[in-house]
């Protein structure tokens, strides 16, 4: 198949044809998530755009390896190089050791992807298995001059970079700006300039994540695993990196500059960033009060959901969004986003009962035509549904004998379903799934039904028997000012 795909591309600002450097290659990385806590709704649109961008570009028949890390040390509370690093600090907080964190949230996180389909990356490194790499870019950009050290640790000096190379290129922010908006904060006079950045940080006493370096005992900058395990696993210039344009500005900038200086060239050739999601219009927050959890869709136990919502459903919601679109929840969207999900699924099944006629009223190439267009237009995911709907609209008409369509029409149509809904939307029918849910959830409110029976009448040995079996289950079940709440551990 002719390759006609046009992506855009952050760093030129335009759509550009996407030609690999490698003819039937394609290597791609993307900035994973820092496992110190649930995934939410926000880390949903990265990996299902990224999963899209996987799942067609092998598609087209290129040989894919696609690079997605974990977080998992050096990710500090914010962007100044402040704070705790945010797996040490929810270890302190829970008595665990940073691993165990980033353990269990990380299953956590690839059981939450399993349910979206979710396509596992060819390689998932982590950031603490990189330190020996990252020690090396760290003295490699030293010597290069492009980095001073102070009272144990390394910041990038932004400033002399900036006078060769351009910092902004990505983000289209200007340094003299930056200068003058940047107020100056505490702690920060170990940087020339408050915009410079870590690249080895000094440990305090009390850190527990530490490695040797010839600096100090300390840990990495976060900006500077992605630079060291791009490098390490797609070479010194791969073709795309993606991520949420939360991570613009300052982590893909500065990748950009710490990449130039060790390899001499910009890391990426095409930088992919998908826009946020919000929630009824406002940013999510866990201090907002609308940071929903994926296991919180699923079950619908956040206050904000009138019900739950399934992981095909939120699946589709994306997907029904340009990536560089915003994207808001809201009930009511994720709502027509379900009952739009069910009509094109439910097609699939009236499709495959259809019988041929002698002629065909609709044009199917064309439609096929049109669906190839749109994702080649960068993934036009919206027009491509829109097609798909196109394609309903046939089914029913055919299926009602207003419309006919021949036995090649048939076929290919049904071959078009597939191939777009199950390969490249990676949709899949959960009717199952869904089913088994509402049997779980009637069987639980009996269960619990029988249990507040018991308590009531002070049967201690009944209500006991029922915790344990549950227990046994792995089901908690906690008594809530609003209820009884029970999950699954
Ligand atoms: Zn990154």
Known sequence: MENTLFLYNTLSRTKEKFVPIHEGHVGMYVCGPTVYGDAHLGHSRPAVTFDLVFRYLKHLGFKVRYVRNIT?????????????DKIAKKARLEELEPMEVVQYFSDRYHNSMDKLNVLKPSIEPRASGHIIEQIQMVQTILDAGFAYESNGSVYFDVEKYNKENRYGIL???????????TRELEGQDEKRNSFDFAIWKKAQPEHIMRWPSPWSDGFPGWHLECSAMSAKYLGEQFDI?????????????????QSTVCHHQTPARYWLHNNMITINGQKMGKSLGNFITLDEFFAGTHKALEKAYSPMTIRFF????????????????????????????????????????????????????????AMNDDLNSPILIANLFEGVRIINSVNDQKESLTQVDLDKLKNLFNTFIFDILGLMPESDQQAGNEVIEGLMNLVLEFRANARANKDWTTSDKIRDALAGLKI????????VTWNLD
């Open 241 to 257: 990196h993606g991520g949420g344009m939360d991570l613009l500005f300052p982590h893909h900038e500065s990748e950009i500059a």
């Open 72 to 84: 998992d040390v050096g990710h500090l509370e914010n962007d100044a190089d402040e704070g705790e």
């Open 476 to 483: 908690s079940v906690k008594d809530t000012k609003n209820g």
């Open 171 to 181: 983000s289209g922010r200007i340094l003299e700006d930056l200068l003058s908006n």
């Open 318 to 373: 994306i997907l029904m969004a340009h990536y560089r679109s915003p994207l808001d929840f809201s009930n009511e969207a994720l709502q027509a986003a379900e009952k739009g999900l069910s009509r094109l699924l439910k097609s699939i099944v009236t499709l495959s009962k259809l019988s041929a006629g002698s002629t065909s009223t609709s044009n199917i190439t064309e439609l096929e035509e049109k669906c190839y267009e």
